[in-house]
């Protein structure tokens, strides 16, 4: 049992391998958690709408799609598809090793921790994703059902919830991250990917080497970890396959590639390994594409396309993908995922920096982390002020927390309603209470800037200008006599003796039971 300490509370989790994607399934489906799919579905539009309309809120279940057209004969490599797995708190609570009801505030907490751990892999000699291994004339990556996701989208997309592994030339160390990646003929798959991202760094690096290509690995359908941590904010120089171990209290074990120097894991359902083109003359067509925005982004345009050099995978592979682009009443994974770890690591940059009284930290899920909420016991004027530099000088802020409001200890950050009123009631735009600060790095699909700005091979990132709403009581007032030495007047709330009087006679009133009983 392994105890993640954050500020007075202690979160306990009990690591869990699932050992693969099947036994990740196969615990969705022990905990009600999964909706198979027997009818035939179209991957044409049709599985994107579907899995988009099911999602919900964050209520919907995991959906595993067993007859998909044009892939569901006895001959037909791959023929299934799984997602809408990490949309859900109860099922990233199951994936922590939490209780499926735990809050996600606590999921939260755990977040500041999980990506801290470290539990090295273990390399393997062989492993399931070689049962079948395909090389030169034998790569066709239009034998699995890429769906095309969404009416708009550029073409059908393959890599949506995959694990992209690079590594450092120099260090050797390997990174994981999820990128988006388009079928642009049968061995090629442009990618987005920016310069501020480690897999950026990686190109930069790669490229001063005098490389033209640089080897990838992409590994689609393991554990819940993979798509959790490669989309996660874990620090640059950290592989995420330590800090997959850590969560799951087992190393994670992997394989050699077979055609590129990079390790994925034995048993995941399909790897992709090839070289992504660094030198523009190799840029394939790719997007546009429903970003995580919600809105259709990554403009079409040359970007830089996997060369795949070997397919392999199990028999029977399930291929894991993801309906990107939340919006109200349909959570993406990725937004669910985000409102944890955005929350979690803005949480450990506050702390880093030294902003002191942070007592939680939350994004909503709708918008992935865009919006960020702390509320604080402030002890100094202009606290907010501190902690909003502090997150936008860090690199977490690359693609995350436009916007940030502060609010006091008094605030639920969970309560829309709360956090609302306290922007009505306390922020003064004429006190410095609300801030801009002007052109500052940002993310690049982001549809509130210009187009130009929009260009990731022009400007390496976006342009934000970023918003700072304290609503926190301001300090700089003069304390008042009249309101017993406070800042701002009492609220009307009535006092404990008064609700309790008043309590005691709820039932005599014919008002049902009180409140908590
Ligand atoms: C479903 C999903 C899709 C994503 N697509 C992209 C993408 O196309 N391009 C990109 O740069 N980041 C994308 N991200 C975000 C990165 O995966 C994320 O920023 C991660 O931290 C990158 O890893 P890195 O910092 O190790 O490079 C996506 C994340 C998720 C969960």
Redesign the pocket.
Known sequence: MFQARTEDITVEHKPVAFGDLRGWIAALKAQGELHEIDAEVDWNIELGTIMRLAQGPGTGKALLFNNIKDYNTAQSRCRRIFGSALNNYRRIAMMLGLPPDTHPRELVKLGRTILNGSIAPKVVPTGPVKQNVLKGADVDLYEFPAPHWNRLDGGRYLL??GGCVTKDPETGVM?V????GMLAGHDRIP????RA???GHHVTAWQQGGNAEMPVAVAIGWEPEL?FC?????PKGVCEYDVMGAIRGAPVELIKCETVDLYVPASAEIVIEGYLGLDPATYEMEGPYAE?TGYLAGDRSPKPAIRVTAITHRDDPILRG?I?GALPGSYS??AV?SSIMRAATAWNVLDRAGVPGITDVWCAPVHAGINLLIRMKQSYRNQAKQAANAIWGSSAAH?RYKHITVVDDDIDIHDYAAVDWAIAHRVNAGENDVIIMPSTFGMGIDPSMRKRDRNPTLFGTGKWNRVLIDATQNLDYDPDPDYGGARFPPTVWPQADDIAKAYARWSELGLGKPKGE
Do not use: D
């Open positions: 949506t919830f990174n991250g999820v990128y988006r990618i987005l990917m920016w991202q480690h897999i798509g490669a989309g996660a904010p874990v995580f993801t990107e994974e990725n995922c693609v």
